[in-house]
Protein backbone atom coordinates (compact mmCIF):
# COMPACT_ATOMS: atom_id res chain seq x y z
CA UNK A 1 0.00 0.00 0.00
CA UNK A 2 1.45 2.93 -1.12
CA UNK A 3 0.55 7.04 -0.75
CA UNK A 4 1.35 10.25 -2.16
CA UNK A 5 3.36 12.70 0.26
CA UNK A 6 1.10 15.72 0.85
CA UNK A 7 2.46 18.98 1.32
CA UNK A 8 -0.08 19.91 3.54
CA UNK A 9 0.82 19.29 7.07
CA UNK A 10 -2.19 18.11 8.24
CA UNK A 11 -3.12 15.93 5.67
CA UNK A 12 0.28 13.98 5.58
CA UNK A 13 -0.62 13.08 9.27
CA UNK A 14 -4.02 11.90 8.75
CA UNK A 15 -2.48 10.37 5.45
CA UNK A 16 0.38 8.64 7.19
CA UNK A 17 -2.04 7.69 10.25
CA UNK A 18 -4.65 5.75 7.97
CA UNK A 19 -1.45 3.70 6.57
CA UNK A 20 -0.70 2.81 9.72
CA UNK A 21 -3.74 1.90 11.00
CA UNK A 22 -4.91 -0.04 7.55
CA UNK A 23 -1.80 -1.84 8.35
CA UNK A 24 -2.53 -2.91 11.45
CA UNK A 25 -5.78 -3.83 10.58
CA UNK A 26 -4.96 -5.83 7.86
CA UNK A 27 -2.21 -7.70 9.98
CA UNK A 28 0.47 -6.41 7.88
CA UNK A 29 4.06 -6.98 9.35
CA UNK A 30 5.44 -3.61 9.97
CA UNK A 31 9.32 -3.63 9.93
CA UNK A 32 11.56 -1.83 11.81
CA UNK A 33 15.31 -0.24 11.18
CA UNK A 34 16.18 -4.00 13.22
CA UNK A 35 14.82 -6.13 10.87
CA UNK A 36 16.91 -8.87 9.43
CA UNK A 37 19.50 -8.48 6.63
CA UNK A 38 22.44 -6.35 5.93
CA UNK A 39 22.02 -2.92 5.79
CA UNK A 40 23.58 -1.24 2.64
CA UNK A 41 24.50 2.73 2.81
CA UNK A 42 23.10 4.96 0.47
CA UNK A 43 25.01 8.22 0.19
CA UNK A 44 23.42 11.97 -1.34
CA UNK A 45 25.55 12.78 -4.54
CA UNK A 46 25.02 15.75 -6.79
CA UNK A 47 26.97 15.72 -10.14
CA UNK A 48 27.80 19.76 -11.95
CA UNK A 49 28.75 22.30 -9.42
CA UNK A 50 28.94 22.69 -5.53
CA UNK A 51 26.12 24.88 -5.61
CA UNK A 52 22.15 23.59 -5.89
CA UNK A 53 23.88 21.05 -8.97
CA UNK A 54 21.46 20.11 -10.78
CA UNK A 55 21.76 16.50 -11.02
CA UNK A 56 21.18 14.71 -7.79
CA UNK A 57 21.56 10.78 -7.23
CA UNK A 58 21.94 8.42 -4.49
CA UNK A 59 24.60 5.38 -4.66
CA UNK A 60 26.60 2.99 -2.03
CA UNK A 61 30.01 4.46 -2.55
CA UNK A 62 30.94 7.31 0.46
CA UNK A 63 32.19 11.06 -0.87
CA UNK A 64 35.48 11.54 -1.00
CA UNK A 65 35.51 15.26 -1.45
CA UNK A 66 36.88 17.71 1.18
CA UNK A 67 34.03 20.46 -0.11
CA UNK A 68 30.52 19.59 0.30
CA UNK A 69 28.00 20.07 -2.05
CA UNK A 70 24.94 22.43 -0.92
CA UNK A 71 21.15 21.90 -2.39
CA UNK A 72 18.64 25.55 -1.22
CA UNK A 73 15.19 25.65 -0.56
CA UNK A 74 12.69 28.27 -1.48
CA UNK A 75 11.58 30.36 0.91
CA UNK A 76 9.37 29.17 3.88
CA UNK A 77 7.12 31.06 5.97
CA UNK A 78 4.82 29.63 9.11
CA UNK A 79 1.81 32.12 7.27
CA UNK A 80 -0.68 30.10 4.98
CA UNK A 81 -0.30 26.89 6.95
CA UNK A 82 3.20 26.67 6.93
CA UNK A 83 3.74 24.84 3.85
CA UNK A 84 6.71 22.55 2.94
CA UNK A 85 8.97 23.39 0.19
CA UNK A 86 10.63 20.48 -1.09
CA UNK A 87 14.50 20.97 -1.02
CA UNK A 88 15.42 18.29 -3.66
CA UNK A 89 15.26 14.56 -4.79
CA UNK A 90 17.72 12.18 -4.89
CA UNK A 91 17.63 8.99 -7.31
CA UNK A 92 18.88 6.09 -6.98
CA UNK A 93 19.65 3.37 -10.12
CA UNK A 94 17.30 0.60 -9.96
CA UNK A 95 20.38 -1.74 -9.92
CA UNK A 96 21.29 -1.15 -6.51
CA UNK A 97 17.62 -1.73 -5.26
CA UNK A 98 16.67 -4.88 -6.47
CA UNK A 99 15.11 -6.66 -3.73
CA UNK A 100 12.48 -5.97 -0.57
CA UNK A 101 12.80 -3.28 0.98
CA UNK A 102 13.16 -4.16 4.46
CA UNK A 103 14.48 -1.58 6.69
CA UNK A 104 15.59 1.91 6.23
CA UNK A 105 17.92 3.94 9.42
CA UNK A 106 17.90 7.10 10.15
CA UNK A 107 18.83 9.86 7.38
CA UNK A 108 21.64 12.16 8.46
CA UNK A 109 22.00 15.18 7.29
CA UNK A 110 24.06 18.51 7.28
CA UNK A 111 21.86 21.88 7.41
CA UNK A 112 22.88 26.13 6.66
CA UNK A 113 21.45 28.97 6.36
CA UNK A 114 21.21 30.23 2.82
CA UNK A 115 20.78 34.17 4.00
CA UNK A 116 22.48 34.92 8.12
CA UNK A 117 19.34 37.24 8.38
CA UNK A 118 17.43 34.14 9.06
CA UNK A 119 19.64 33.22 11.93
CA UNK A 120 17.52 32.53 14.91
CA UNK A 121 14.95 30.66 12.52
CA UNK A 122 13.66 27.39 13.81
CA UNK A 123 13.14 24.95 10.76
CA UNK A 124 10.82 21.42 10.21
CA UNK A 125 12.76 18.95 7.94
CA UNK A 126 10.70 16.06 6.02
CA UNK A 127 12.20 13.28 4.24
CA UNK A 128 10.24 10.48 2.32
CA UNK A 129 11.07 7.22 0.43
CA UNK A 130 9.87 6.88 -2.28
CA UNK A 131 9.05 3.79 -5.03
CA UNK A 132 8.51 5.18 -8.24
CA UNK A 133 7.11 8.30 -7.01
CA UNK A 134 4.64 6.23 -4.41
CA UNK A 135 5.39 7.04 -0.95
CA UNK A 136 7.00 4.47 1.01
CA UNK A 137 8.07 5.86 4.31
CA UNK A 138 8.77 9.15 6.03
CA UNK A 139 9.79 10.86 8.90
CA UNK A 140 9.98 14.36 10.47
CA UNK A 141 12.58 16.12 12.75
CA UNK A 142 9.50 19.02 13.95
CA UNK A 143 11.93 22.05 15.69
CA UNK A 144 15.58 21.89 14.34
CA UNK A 145 17.44 24.94 16.66
CA UNK A 146 20.80 26.46 16.07
CA UNK A 147 21.20 26.68 12.58
CA UNK A 148 23.99 29.19 10.95
CA UNK A 149 25.16 30.35 7.66
CA UNK A 150 28.97 29.22 8.50
CA UNK A 151 29.40 26.30 6.53
CA UNK A 152 32.06 24.91 9.13
CA UNK A 153 29.41 24.85 11.55
CA UNK A 154 26.38 23.03 9.51
CA UNK A 155 24.70 21.72 11.88
CA UNK A 156 24.02 17.61 11.81
CA UNK A 157 20.31 16.47 11.84
CA UNK A 158 18.70 13.19 11.70
CA UNK A 159 15.31 12.38 10.52
CA UNK A 160 13.49 8.79 12.00
CA UNK A 161 11.96 7.20 9.02
CA UNK A 162 8.42 5.69 10.43
CA UNK A 163 7.20 1.86 10.66
CA UNK A 164 6.37 0.56 7.16
CA UNK A 165 5.52 -2.80 5.31
CA UNK A 166 7.84 -4.42 3.04
CA UNK A 167 8.15 -3.18 -0.47
CA UNK A 168 9.43 -5.33 -3.71
CA UNK A 169 11.88 -3.25 -5.89
CA UNK A 170 12.38 -4.97 -9.41
CA UNK A 171 15.04 -3.96 -11.89
CA UNK A 172 13.09 -1.18 -13.71
CA UNK A 173 11.77 0.50 -10.55
CA UNK A 174 13.30 3.60 -9.11
CA UNK A 175 14.25 4.77 -5.65
CA UNK A 176 14.16 8.11 -4.66
CA UNK A 177 14.63 10.25 -2.00
CA UNK A 178 12.94 13.62 -1.14
CA UNK A 179 13.00 16.32 1.57
CA UNK A 180 11.16 19.00 2.07
CA UNK A 181 11.60 21.86 4.65
CA UNK A 182 9.25 24.43 6.78
CA UNK A 183 9.17 26.87 9.96
CA UNK A 184 9.78 24.39 12.87
CA UNK A 185 6.63 23.66 15.10
CA UNK A 186 6.27 21.61 18.03
CA UNK A 187 5.02 18.29 16.57
CA UNK A 188 1.13 19.64 16.84
CA UNK A 189 1.47 22.47 13.95
CA UNK A 190 1.82 25.17 16.52
CA UNK A 191 4.64 27.74 15.77
CA UNK A 192 8.17 26.82 17.04
CA UNK A 193 9.33 29.86 18.01
CA UNK A 194 12.13 32.24 16.54
CA UNK A 195 11.38 33.86 13.31
CA UNK A 196 8.45 33.04 10.89
CA UNK A 197 9.75 32.95 8.11
CA UNK A 198 13.30 32.22 6.01
CA UNK A 199 14.66 33.00 2.53
CA UNK A 200 15.59 29.26 2.52
CA UNK A 201 17.64 26.21 4.15
CA UNK A 202 20.78 24.98 2.80
CA UNK A 203 21.57 21.86 2.92
CA UNK A 204 25.02 20.28 3.12
CA UNK A 205 26.19 16.93 0.97
CA UNK A 206 28.89 14.79 -0.86
CA UNK A 207 31.94 15.38 0.96
CA UNK A 208 33.98 13.03 3.35
CA UNK A 209 33.09 15.96 6.02
CA UNK A 210 29.32 15.86 5.02
CA UNK A 211 28.20 12.19 4.15
CA UNK A 212 24.42 12.68 3.85
CA UNK A 213 23.12 8.98 3.64
CA UNK A 214 20.50 6.77 5.11
CA UNK A 215 20.75 2.92 5.26
CA UNK A 216 18.24 0.83 3.67
CA UNK A 217 17.85 -3.46 3.74
CA UNK A 218 17.14 -4.80 0.32
CA UNK A 219 16.84 -8.91 0.89
CA UNK A 220 16.80 -10.91 -2.49
CA UNK A 221 13.73 -12.07 -3.54
CA UNK A 222 13.10 -15.67 -3.76
CA UNK A 223 9.82 -17.06 -6.10
CA UNK A 224 9.01 -20.16 -5.63
CA UNK A 225 6.72 -21.60 -9.21
CA UNK A 226 5.96 -25.09 -10.11
CA UNK A 227 5.43 -26.53 -13.74
CA UNK A 228 3.98 -29.85 -14.83
CA UNK A 229 1.39 -30.17 -12.16
CA UNK A 230 -1.40 -28.34 -13.84
CA UNK A 231 -2.58 -26.57 -11.13
CA UNK A 232 -3.01 -29.31 -8.95
CA UNK A 233 -1.76 -27.30 -5.33
CA UNK A 234 1.99 -27.76 -4.22
CA UNK A 235 3.50 -26.71 -1.78
CA UNK A 236 7.60 -26.22 -0.56
CA UNK A 237 8.73 -26.44 2.85
CA UNK A 238 12.01 -24.23 3.25
CA UNK A 239 14.51 -22.84 5.95
CA UNK A 240 16.29 -20.05 6.50
CA UNK A 241 20.73 -21.01 7.79
CA UNK A 242 19.38 -23.75 9.53
CA UNK A 243 16.13 -22.44 11.09
CA UNK A 244 13.01 -23.48 11.88
CA UNK A 245 11.16 -24.97 8.55
CA UNK A 246 8.06 -23.53 6.99
CA UNK A 247 5.69 -24.93 4.16
CA UNK A 248 3.86 -22.49 1.86
CA UNK A 249 1.54 -23.01 -1.05
CA UNK A 250 3.19 -22.57 -4.46
CA UNK A 251 3.33 -19.84 -5.89
CA UNK A 252 4.80 -17.97 -3.27
CA UNK A 253 7.65 -15.37 -3.27
CA UNK A 254 9.65 -14.86 0.08
CA UNK A 255 12.75 -12.35 0.97
CA UNK A 256 16.03 -13.64 2.53
CA UNK A 257 19.10 -11.68 3.77
CA UNK A 258 21.53 -11.51 1.06
CA UNK A 259 24.26 -14.27 1.28
CA UNK A 260 21.89 -16.69 3.53
CA UNK A 261 21.47 -20.70 2.92
CA UNK A 262 18.06 -21.42 1.41
CA UNK A 263 17.18 -24.63 1.70
CA UNK A 264 14.05 -26.09 0.07
CA UNK A 265 11.67 -29.30 -0.84
CA UNK A 266 8.89 -29.35 -2.98
CA UNK A 267 5.84 -31.53 -1.97
CA UNK A 268 5.65 -35.30 -3.94
CA UNK A 269 3.73 -36.96 -4.82
CA UNK A 270 0.80 -34.69 -5.74
CA UNK A 271 -2.44 -36.57 -5.07
CA UNK A 272 -5.27 -35.77 -7.99
CA UNK A 273 -8.03 -38.01 -9.21
CA UNK A 274 -8.32 -41.73 -8.56
CA UNK A 275 -4.97 -43.02 -10.15
CA UNK A 276 -3.52 -39.96 -11.15
CA UNK A 277 -0.50 -38.28 -9.40
CA UNK A 278 1.90 -35.65 -9.70
CA UNK A 279 5.75 -36.70 -8.87
CA UNK A 280 8.66 -34.20 -8.81
CA UNK A 281 11.34 -34.53 -11.42
CA UNK A 282 13.60 -31.70 -11.04
CA UNK A 283 13.80 -28.58 -8.84
CA UNK A 284 16.10 -25.95 -10.81
CA UNK A 285 18.30 -24.62 -9.14
CA UNK A 286 18.67 -27.51 -6.83
CA UNK A 287 18.83 -26.69 -3.05
CA UNK A 288 20.34 -25.29 -0.65
CA UNK A 289 21.65 -22.18 -2.85
CA UNK A 290 23.82 -19.22 -1.20
CA UNK A 291 21.11 -16.24 -2.35
CA UNK A 292 22.95 -13.30 -3.43
CA UNK A 293 20.15 -12.08 -5.56
CA UNK A 294 16.76 -12.74 -6.94
CA UNK A 295 16.01 -16.32 -7.34
CA UNK A 296 13.29 -18.12 -9.32
CA UNK A 297 12.93 -21.58 -7.90
CA UNK A 298 11.17 -23.92 -10.54
CA UNK A 299 8.97 -27.35 -9.78
CA UNK A 300 8.90 -29.66 -12.63
CA UNK A 301 6.37 -32.03 -12.24
CA UNK A 302 5.10 -34.93 -14.19
CA UNK A 303 2.06 -36.59 -14.27
CA UNK A 304 1.38 -40.26 -13.48
CA UNK A 305 -1.50 -42.79 -13.87
CA UNK A 306 -1.68 -46.15 -11.55
CA UNK A 307 -1.90 -49.41 -13.16
CA UNK A 308 -4.28 -51.95 -11.68
CA UNK A 309 -3.82 -55.44 -12.83
CA UNK A 310 -5.61 -58.48 -11.94
CA UNK A 311 -5.96 -62.19 -13.09
CA UNK A 312 -9.55 -64.31 -13.39
CA UNK A 313 -10.09 -66.90 -11.90
CA UNK A 314 -8.58 -65.98 -8.46
CA UNK A 315 -7.23 -70.02 -8.00
CA UNK A 316 -4.34 -69.73 -10.91
CA UNK A 317 -1.15 -70.04 -9.09
CA UNK A 318 0.92 -66.32 -8.68
CA UNK A 319 -1.87 -64.47 -9.31
CA UNK A 320 -0.75 -60.58 -11.33
CA UNK A 321 2.91 -62.04 -10.79
CA UNK A 322 2.11 -63.94 -14.00
CA UNK A 323 1.72 -60.46 -15.66
CA UNK A 324 4.91 -59.16 -16.56
CA UNK A 325 5.54 -56.21 -18.17
CA UNK A 326 4.14 -54.21 -15.66
CA UNK A 327 3.54 -53.70 -12.17
CA UNK A 328 0.14 -54.08 -9.89
CA UNK A 329 -0.58 -50.56 -8.07
CA UNK A 330 2.30 -48.90 -9.68
CA UNK A 331 2.32 -45.16 -11.43
CA UNK A 332 3.70 -44.88 -14.78
CA UNK A 333 4.43 -41.49 -17.01
CA UNK A 334 1.53 -39.88 -18.92
CA UNK A 335 1.72 -41.90 -22.00
CA UNK A 336 4.43 -44.45 -21.00
CA UNK A 337 3.53 -47.58 -23.60
CA UNK A 338 3.76 -50.67 -21.66
CA UNK A 339 4.14 -53.97 -23.20
CA UNK A 340 1.96 -56.74 -20.50
CA UNK A 341 2.48 -60.04 -21.53
CA UNK A 342 0.78 -63.27 -19.38
CA UNK A 343 1.92 -65.83 -18.70
CA UNK A 344 0.91 -68.74 -20.24
CA UNK A 345 0.51 -71.75 -19.56
CA UNK A 346 0.63 -72.32 -15.67
CA UNK A 347 1.22 -75.49 -14.08
CA UNK A 348 -1.30 -76.06 -11.76
CA UNK A 349 -0.16 -79.87 -9.96
CA UNK A 350 0.66 -82.36 -12.12
CA UNK A 351 -2.40 -83.01 -14.45
CA UNK A 352 -3.58 -79.44 -15.21
CA UNK A 353 -2.45 -75.81 -16.54
CA UNK A 354 -3.87 -72.25 -16.80
CA UNK A 355 -3.91 -71.06 -20.20
CA UNK A 356 -4.36 -67.18 -21.28
CA UNK A 357 -7.46 -66.67 -22.85
CA UNK A 358 -7.56 -62.51 -23.26
CA UNK A 359 -7.79 -59.27 -21.83
CA UNK A 360 -10.52 -57.76 -20.37
CA UNK A 361 -10.93 -54.08 -18.91
CA UNK A 362 -8.69 -51.39 -20.16
CA UNK A 363 -7.08 -53.47 -22.62
CA UNK A 364 -9.03 -56.40 -25.05
CA UNK A 365 -8.00 -58.77 -27.01
CA UNK A 366 -6.26 -61.85 -27.44
CA UNK A 367 -2.98 -60.45 -28.17
CA UNK A 368 -0.30 -61.78 -25.96
CA UNK A 369 2.08 -59.30 -25.60
CA UNK A 370 -0.50 -56.31 -25.32
CA UNK A 371 0.24 -52.91 -25.68
CA UNK A 372 -1.03 -50.29 -22.96
CA UNK A 373 -0.50 -46.77 -23.53
CA UNK A 374 -0.95 -44.98 -19.78
CA UNK A 375 -2.84 -42.17 -21.27
CA UNK A 376 -5.11 -42.32 -18.22
CA UNK A 377 -5.71 -44.61 -14.71
CA UNK A 378 -5.94 -48.40 -16.32
CA UNK A 379 -7.91 -51.47 -15.18
CA UNK A 380 -6.10 -54.68 -16.68
CA UNK A 381 -7.49 -58.30 -16.10
CA UNK A 382 -5.45 -61.44 -17.99
CA UNK A 383 -8.14 -64.06 -18.50
CA UNK A 384 -6.95 -67.83 -17.96
CA UNK A 385 -8.71 -71.06 -18.93
CA UNK A 386 -8.09 -74.11 -16.88
CA UNK A 387 -6.62 -76.96 -18.84
CA UNK A 388 -6.92 -81.02 -17.55
CA UNK A 389 -3.76 -82.40 -19.45
CA UNK A 390 -3.22 -85.62 -20.82
CA UNK A 391 -6.31 -88.21 -20.58
CA UNK A 392 -8.16 -89.19 -17.76
CA UNK A 393 -8.66 -92.54 -16.78
CA UNK A 394 -12.38 -93.19 -17.85
CA UNK A 395 -12.93 -97.08 -16.71
CA UNK A 396 -10.78 -99.58 -15.57
CA UNK A 397 -11.34 -103.91 -16.01
CA UNK A 398 -12.13 -106.10 -15.29
CA UNK A 399 -8.42 -108.18 -14.94
CA UNK A 400 -8.12 -111.70 -16.29
CA UNK A 401 -5.59 -113.01 -14.33
CA UNK A 402 -4.70 -117.01 -15.14
CA UNK A 403 -3.85 -118.71 -11.77
CA UNK A 404 -2.44 -122.71 -10.89
CA UNK A 405 -0.29 -124.40 -9.19
CA UNK A 406 3.01 -125.09 -8.90
CA UNK A 407 2.59 -128.85 -7.41
CA UNK A 408 0.13 -131.18 -7.89
CA UNK A 409 -0.10 -131.86 -3.73
CA UNK A 410 -1.53 -128.58 -3.35
CA UNK A 411 -4.60 -129.41 -5.61
CA UNK A 412 -7.44 -128.16 -3.44
CA UNK A 413 -5.93 -124.77 -2.40
CA UNK A 414 -7.48 -121.98 -2.08
CA UNK A 415 -6.57 -118.56 -2.94
CA UNK A 416 -7.47 -114.47 -2.72
CA UNK A 417 -6.57 -112.35 -5.25
CA UNK A 418 -5.90 -108.91 -5.55
CA UNK A 419 -4.40 -106.40 -8.59
CA UNK A 420 -3.59 -102.55 -7.80
CA UNK A 421 -3.35 -100.54 -11.27
CA UNK A 422 -0.83 -97.23 -10.56
CA UNK A 423 0.23 -93.82 -12.84
CA UNK A 424 4.05 -93.90 -12.35
CA UNK A 425 5.08 -90.23 -13.16
CA UNK A 426 8.79 -90.13 -12.22
CA UNK A 427 8.80 -92.56 -9.91
CA UNK A 428 6.26 -91.46 -7.66
CA UNK A 429 2.63 -93.92 -7.62
CA UNK A 430 -1.16 -92.85 -7.67
CA UNK A 431 -3.27 -95.43 -7.63
CA UNK A 432 -5.61 -95.42 -10.65
CA UNK A 433 -7.84 -98.64 -8.93
CA UNK A 434 -7.67 -102.06 -7.67
CA UNK A 435 -10.13 -105.29 -6.93
CA UNK A 436 -10.06 -108.72 -5.56
CA UNK A 437 -11.61 -112.03 -5.74
CA UNK A 438 -11.74 -114.61 -2.63
CA UNK A 439 -11.46 -118.09 -2.06
CA UNK A 440 -10.96 -118.68 -5.75
CA UNK A 441 -9.60 -122.22 -6.61
CA UNK A 442 -5.58 -122.91 -7.63
CA UNK A 443 -6.46 -125.61 -9.87
CA UNK A 444 -3.77 -128.17 -10.28
CA UNK A 445 -0.54 -128.08 -12.04
CA UNK A 446 0.32 -127.97 -15.30
CA UNK A 447 -0.51 -125.58 -17.79
CA UNK A 448 -4.14 -127.10 -19.03
CA UNK A 449 -4.98 -126.75 -15.39
CA UNK A 450 -4.70 -123.71 -15.01
CA UNK A 451 -7.87 -121.36 -14.03
CA UNK A 452 -8.84 -117.95 -15.71
CA UNK A 453 -10.20 -115.31 -13.04
CA UNK A 454 -11.95 -112.37 -13.39
CA UNK A 455 -11.59 -109.20 -11.41
CA UNK A 456 -13.40 -106.52 -11.30
CA UNK A 457 -11.72 -102.60 -9.88
CA UNK A 458 -13.12 -99.93 -8.46
CA UNK A 459 -11.59 -97.31 -10.53
CA UNK A 460 -10.06 -93.66 -8.50
CA UNK A 461 -12.12 -90.82 -10.55
CA UNK A 462 -9.83 -88.13 -11.64
CA UNK A 463 -6.35 -89.94 -12.43
CA UNK A 464 -5.06 -88.31 -15.90
CA UNK A 465 -1.89 -89.89 -17.80
CA UNK A 466 0.56 -88.08 -19.36
CA UNK A 467 2.87 -89.02 -22.18
CA UNK A 468 5.88 -90.14 -19.90
CA UNK A 469 3.76 -91.69 -17.53
CA UNK A 470 3.86 -95.28 -16.73
CA UNK A 471 0.97 -97.97 -16.15
CA UNK A 472 1.18 -100.49 -13.75
CA UNK A 473 -0.60 -103.23 -12.76
CA UNK A 474 0.67 -104.84 -9.35
CA UNK A 475 -1.00 -108.69 -8.70
CA UNK A 476 -0.76 -109.75 -5.29
CA UNK A 477 -1.98 -113.42 -3.80
CA UNK A 478 -2.81 -114.74 -0.65
CA UNK A 479 -3.27 -118.31 1.14
CA UNK A 480 -7.41 -118.36 1.85
CA UNK A 481 -6.45 -120.78 4.62
CA UNK A 482 -8.88 -123.27 4.35
CA UNK A 483 -6.54 -126.02 3.47
CA UNK A 484 -3.10 -126.11 1.95
CA UNK A 485 -1.84 -123.07 3.99
CA UNK A 486 1.87 -122.94 2.44
CA UNK A 487 0.66 -124.08 -1.11
CA UNK A 488 2.62 -122.15 -4.05
CA UNK A 489 0.75 -120.69 -6.67
CA UNK A 490 1.80 -119.88 -10.47
CA UNK A 491 0.86 -116.67 -12.58
CA UNK A 492 0.75 -117.83 -16.25
CA UNK A 493 1.26 -114.84 -18.80
CA UNK A 494 2.47 -113.87 -22.10
CA UNK A 495 0.64 -116.33 -23.31
CA UNK A 496 -1.74 -117.23 -26.77
CA UNK A 497 -5.13 -115.45 -26.92
CA UNK A 498 -6.80 -118.20 -25.96
CA UNK A 499 -4.72 -119.68 -22.85
CA UNK A 500 -2.68 -118.15 -20.00
CA UNK A 501 -3.17 -114.57 -21.41
CA UNK A 502 -3.11 -112.65 -18.35
CA UNK A 503 -4.67 -109.38 -19.03
CA UNK A 504 -6.92 -106.16 -17.68
CA UNK A 505 -8.94 -103.37 -20.28
CA UNK A 506 -8.44 -99.75 -19.53
CA UNK A 507 -9.52 -96.66 -21.18
CA UNK A 508 -7.14 -93.89 -20.96
CA UNK A 509 -8.80 -91.60 -23.63
CA UNK A 510 -9.51 -94.84 -25.85
CA UNK A 511 -10.20 -98.13 -24.64
CA UNK A 512 -7.41 -100.36 -24.86
CA UNK A 513 -6.28 -104.38 -23.65
CA UNK A 514 -2.91 -104.64 -22.01
CA UNK A 515 -1.57 -108.18 -21.93
CA UNK A 516 1.06 -108.84 -18.70
CA UNK A 517 4.11 -110.17 -21.05
CA UNK A 518 7.68 -111.65 -20.12
CA UNK A 519 10.06 -109.72 -17.87
CA UNK A 520 7.35 -107.75 -16.70
CA UNK A 521 6.10 -105.93 -19.64
CA UNK A 522 2.27 -104.37 -20.52
CA UNK A 523 1.38 -104.43 -24.11
CA UNK A 524 -1.55 -103.70 -26.29
CA UNK A 525 -0.32 -107.23 -28.50
CA UNK A 526 -1.15 -110.60 -27.07
CA UNK A 527 1.71 -112.94 -26.09
CA UNK A 528 2.90 -115.33 -28.82
CA UNK A 529 4.05 -118.07 -25.74
CA UNK A 530 2.44 -121.86 -26.16
CA UNK A 531 1.79 -122.94 -22.97
CA UNK A 532 3.19 -119.11 -22.08
CA UNK A 533 5.45 -118.23 -18.77
CA UNK A 534 4.94 -118.44 -15.63
CA UNK A 535 5.54 -116.92 -11.93
CA UNK A 536 5.54 -119.02 -8.83
CA UNK A 537 5.40 -117.48 -5.15
CA UNK A 538 4.73 -119.13 -1.89
CA UNK A 539 1.66 -118.12 -0.22
CA UNK A 540 0.90 -117.80 3.21
CA UNK A 541 -2.92 -116.95 4.89
CA UNK A 542 -1.49 -114.05 6.41
CA UNK A 543 0.34 -112.16 3.90
CA UNK A 544 -0.21 -110.78 0.54
CA UNK A 545 3.04 -111.36 -1.65
CA UNK A 546 3.74 -110.19 -5.18
CA UNK A 547 3.64 -111.61 -8.43
CA UNK A 548 5.27 -108.80 -9.88
CA UNK A 549 4.40 -105.89 -11.31
CA UNK A 550 3.99 -105.00 -15.32
CA UNK A 551 4.95 -101.90 -16.60
CA UNK A 552 4.85 -99.75 -20.54
CA UNK A 553 5.16 -96.37 -21.03
CA UNK A 554 2.50 -94.17 -22.34
CA UNK A 555 2.66 -91.96 -25.42
Keep these: MYFHLRLDRSALVICLTGLLILNILAGIE ?55 KEIGTWTASPSLTDGRLKALSDLHVWLGLKNSDDQGTNFGLLAGVYKNGILVASGETYLIKGVTRNPSNAKEVTVSFGSFSPVDFGTTDTLSLKMFTGIGTDGNGKFGGGHSSAVGLRLYFDAGSRPAKFDATFNPLVTFTAEGNEGVRTSVTYSVDGGAPTTTAVPFTIDVPKGSTLSYAYATPLLSALGTRYVLTATNPPSPQTVTSKLTVVGTYVKQYQLTLAVYKASVPGGVGNIVGGTNGAFYDADTVLSLTAT ?49 V ?46 VSGGSSGFNNAIQHTINMALQPGVRFLPSDKLSIKVLVKNSGLGHNFATARLWCDGISTKA ?7 IGSAATYYLRSNFALSTTVGTANPGSTIDVATNPNTYVSFGTWSITLS
Excluded: C
Design 30 to 84: MFSVRAQGTMVGFFLHGSGSNENPLTLFLDNNPPTATTAKYKDSPSIKFGGGNPW
Design 501 to 507: NSRFAVT
Design 394 to 439: TSLGPAYIWVGLKNSDDVGAKFDLRVEVYRDRGGTLTLVGSGDVFQ
Design 344 to 392: TPIPDGSDKEWRFDQWSGDATGIANPVSVTMNAPKSITANYLLVLLGNE
